[in-house]
Structure formats: structure tokens, C-alpha cells
């Protein structure tokens, strides 16, 4: 992919993303019926978006499916001119969830997820301070996550998937964690099989792991029902027209971190929220369509917040992982970037 092409998507490339950001398993037929367009038309389109790495569906399982972990926001100052070297190298080991290039104070920031217990912290955390790149860096445990959201394209288009159904509004989306006991085997395998593409046919998988489409059908809707498996849709923000990434640090009173938390969770454009261990904080990541309607927010919401006492920010340039997913337009951008 190339910045290019993201120039070129019109509204209805735009609404197709949105749809299958609200379910990335959607059918064609289902996705054209949402965004009022023809199904030869979108599907022409949907696959194409996905052919060129604007969006990459994928299926990963919830924390928790490997036994207990733990997670860490590692933030890294990287020696002149190695934050994409550093971030590449950040982004191809299995523990790291996500993975970002910032402006600011950091040039890269990442959460990593520490499996096994207390025991394992030291030597995780020592092979990513020893990435060849790495100068300085900052690690801080995530309390509680109040808040993940693969959704933000609705505030662009909340005609198209109208309002969030019951039981579905941002304040009740804490993610939900499962135990290794939930999953078998062909659980795995299906899981697995849905990693690279999360659009492949039930039959397709079937045929794969030796269990009929019916079987793999039935395992799969489990397992999402239950929130033990995520359905991902990335896609770079500027596809949809968004200019304005930000991850803030929000310092709150310690008596309000919990009603601060819930009311900043209510705001569509918040993709990520959690406490922090460290200077009793909550960590936000932002999406807005403009810098101005991010200064909108910081001045006449967050700073109103009872409780909230200051913040720290860093604008996002390139993320390379989300969800334990490489996203696939990153190496292009790069490059891109870097050739000026």
C-alpha cells in the first residue's frame, strides 16, 4: 500500500471500512445492505481495500488464553534515526500487543504482555531494553483496562450502524478475560487459522484442520459469544480521513480515577483506556477526525473532568501492531516516509 492510495478512497471505501469494522466477518451481501451500495459493488470494493492492505481482518484470542500475564506500557527513547529499525524489531517478538512510533517526549511505545507470573518480568522486560537502538526506556504495569475499542469509525458514520445496541455502549466495553481451559485444541486451530485472514470460509478452515464446516462454525460463534476471541479490523486512521492519533497520560486525583475512567469511556473516539500503576494515571488513546476537534476535547471536556489534575501527550506517527497483529500497510509507509 501506498499513501496514495489512501488519498484516493471516496465515501463509500470509507463506509465499507466502517462496516467491517463493526463485524469484519460480515458478509458482502451484509456489508452492501449497511452502507446502501450494490453487493457486486462492495464486494469489488471490500476486497480490494483488503488486496492493497488498507484493512487486514484478523482473529486473536483474549489475554488470559495462555494463563495468567501481565501487561507493561514500555515507553523507549531510541538512538538518532533507529526509531523504525527499533520499532521493527519491537514489533516481531510474540509478547508485544502493540507497537507505535510518537512525537514527544518518547519515540516509541509499546504494551507487553508478560505470561507466567511475576518470575518472568525481569527477563522479558530485559530483551526489550536490549533491542540494538534502544537508549532509555520507561516501564509501567496496566492496573485495569476499562476500555478497547476496533469500533472508532462510527462517530464518522453513525447513521450507517446506527446507535450502540443494549448491553453494547463504550462504558460496558471492558474486555473480557478467559482461561486456557476454555479452548481445546481445534478451538486453537481455528483461531489460528483465522489470524492471517479473518474473512476465510468456515469451509475453507474445515478442510484444513479436518473437522466439518458445521463443527467449525459452531466452535468459532462460541467462542466469539463468549467474548474469548476478538474480531479485529485494522485499518490506518487516515483511510477513514482521521489526522489525529494521540496517546495521553491523564494524571487524576486517586479518589476519581474510577468515575474519571468511566466517563472518558463514554466518548466514541476513545479507543483505549486504562489505570496505571504508576502516578495514579489512566492511559487514553485518542482518535479524532482533526487536531482541532482533539483541542476541542483536551480544553472543553477533559480539562472540566472533576478529578482530572493534568496530562501528557504524544501524537502518533506510525502504529506497527495492534492486538498482536503487524499491521500490513506499516514497512510501505515507512519507506514512504523516510524517501520524503
Given at each position: 500500500?501506498?499513501?496514495?492510495?489512501?488519498?484516493?478512497?471516496?465515501?463509500?471505501?470509507?463506509?465499507?471500512?466502517?462496516?467491517?469494522?463493526?463485524?469484519?466477518?460480515?458478509?458482502?451481501?451484509?456489508?452492501?445492505?449497511?452502507?446502501?451500495?450494490?453487493?457486486?459493488?462492495?464486494?469489488?470494493r471490500g476486497q480490494q481495500l483488503i488486496a492493497d492492505?488498507?484493512?487486514?481482518?484478523?482473529?486473536?484470542?483474549?489475554?488470559?488464553?495462555?494463563?495468567?500475564?501481565?501487561?507493561?506500557?514500555?515507553?523507549?527513547?531510541?538512538?538518532?534515526?533507529?526509531?523504525?529499525?527499533?520499532?521493527?524489531?519491537?514489533?516481531?517478538?510474540?509478547?508485544?500487543?502493540?507497537c507505535t512510533i510518537v512525537t514527544g517526549g518518547y519515540?516509541?511505545?509499546?504494551?507487553?504482555?508478560?505470561?507466567?507470573?511475576?518470575?518472568?518480568?525481569?527477563?522479558?522486560?530485559?530483551?526489550?531494553?536490549?533491542?540494538?537502538?534502544?537508549?532509555?526506556?520507561?516501564?509501567?504495569?496496566?492496573?485495569?483496562?476499562?476500555?478497547?475499542?476496533?469500533?472508532?469509525?462510527?462517530?464518522?458514520?453513525?447513521?450507517?450502524?446506527?446507535?450502540?445496541?443494549?448491553?453494547?455502549?463504550?462504558?460496558?466495553?471492558?474486555?473480557?478475560?478467559?482461561?486456557?481451559?476454555?479452548?481445546?485444541?481445534?478451538?486453537?486451530?481455528?483461531?489460528?487459522?483465522?489470524?492471517?485472514?479473518?474473512?476465510?470460509?468456515?469451509?475453507?478452515?474445515?478442510?484444513?484442520?479436518?473437522?466439518?464446516?458445521?463443527?467449525?462454525?459452531?466452535?468459532?460463534?462460541?467462542?466469539?459469544?463468549?467474548?474469548?476471541?476478538?474480531?479485529?479490523?485494522?485499518?490506518?486512521?487516515?483511510?477513514?480521513?482521521?489526522?489525529?492519533?494521540?496517546?495521553?497520560?491523564?494524571?487524576?486525583?486517586?479518589?476519581?480515577?474510577?468515575?474519571?475512567?468511566?466517563?472518558?469511556?463514554?466518548?466514541?473516539?476513545?479507543?483505549?483506556?486504562?489505570?496505571?500503576?504508576?502516578?495514579?494515571?489512566?492511559?487514553?488513546?485518542?482518535?479524532?477526525?482533526?487536531?482541532?476537534?482533539?483541542?476541542?476535547?483536551?480544553?472543553?471536556?477533559?480539562?472540566?473532568?472533576?478529578?482530572?489534575?493534568?496530562?501528557?501527550?504524544?501524537?502518533?506517527?506510525?502504529?506497527?501492531?495492534?492486538?498482536?497483529?503487524?499491521?500490513?500497510?506499516?514497512?510501505?509507509?515507512?519507506?514512504?516516509?523516510?524517501?520524503?
Amino acid at each position: 500500500m501506498n499513501l496514495a492510495t489512501l488519498e484516493d478512497l471516496d465515501d463509500l471505501d470509507k463506509r465499507i471500512v466502517v462496516a467491517l469494522q463493526h463485524d469484519g466477518r460480515a458478509s458482502w451481501r451484509a456489508v452492501a445492505e449497511a452502507v446502501d451500495g450494490s453487493v457486486t459493488t462492495v464486494s469489488r470494493r471490500g476486497q480490494q481495500l483488503i488486496a492493497d492492505g488498507v484493512v487486514r481482518v484478523a482473529a486473536v484470542p483474549a489475554l488470559g488464553a495462555d494463563g495468567p500475564s501481565d501487561s507493561f506500557w514500555v515507553r523507549i527513547n531510541c538512538a538518532t534515526g533507529t526509531q523504525v529499525q527499533v520499532a521493527a524489531a519491537l514489533a516481531a517478538n510474540p509478547d508485544v500487543r502493540f507497537c507505535t512510533i510518537v512525537t514527544g517526549g518518547y519515540d516509541v511505545i509499546l504494551e507487553l504482555v508478560v505470561r507466567g507470573g511475576a518470575a518472568h518480568h525481569a527477563r522479558i522486560l530485559q530483551e526489550v531494553q536490549s533491542v540494538p537502538g534502544v537508549e532509555r526506556w520507561r516501564s509501567d504495569l496496566i492496573l485495569h483496562v476499562y476500555k478497547v475499542s476496533f469500533d472508532w469509525g462510527r462517530q464518522l458514520y453513525r447513521e450507517l450502524l446506527g446507535p450502540p445496541a443494549e448491553g453494547d455502549e463504550a462504558e460496558a466495553a471492558e474486555p473480557v478475560t478467559c482461561a486456557p481451559e476454555h479452548f481445546d485444541d481445534a478451538d486453537r486451530q481455528i483461531i489460528a487459522a483465522l489470524r492471517d485472514d479473518g474473512r476465510r470460509t468456515f469451509q475453507s478452515i474445515a478442510d484444513e484442520v479436518g473437522m466439518n464446516e458445521s463443527s467449525v462454525r459452531r466452535r468459532f460463534e462460541r467462542l466469539r459469544a463468549s467474548q474469548c476471541i476478538s474480531l479485529l479490523t485494522l485499518v490506518p486512521s487516515a483511510a477513514l480521513g482521521m489526522s489525529s492519533e494521540a496517546l495521553m497520560t491523564v494524571k487524576v486525583a486517586p479518589s476519581r480515577i474510577d468515575a474519571v475512567a468511566h466517563e472518558l469511556a463514554r466518548y466514541p473516539f476513545v479507543r483505549y483506556l486504562a489505570a496505571m500503576l504508576d502516578e495514579n494515571s489512566l492511559l487514553c488513546e485518542i482518535i479524532t477526525p482533526t487536531v482541532e476537534e482533539l483541542y476541542a476535547f483536551i480544553t472543553g471536556s477533559l480539562a472540566r473532568l472533576d478529578g482530572v489534575e493534568g496530562w501528557n501527550a504524544s501524537l502518533e506517527v506510525l502504529y506497527l501492531k495492534r492486538g498482536f497483529v503487524e499491521t500490513p500497510w506499516w514497512r510501505a509507509q515507512a519507506s514512504e516516509i523516510a524517501a520524503g
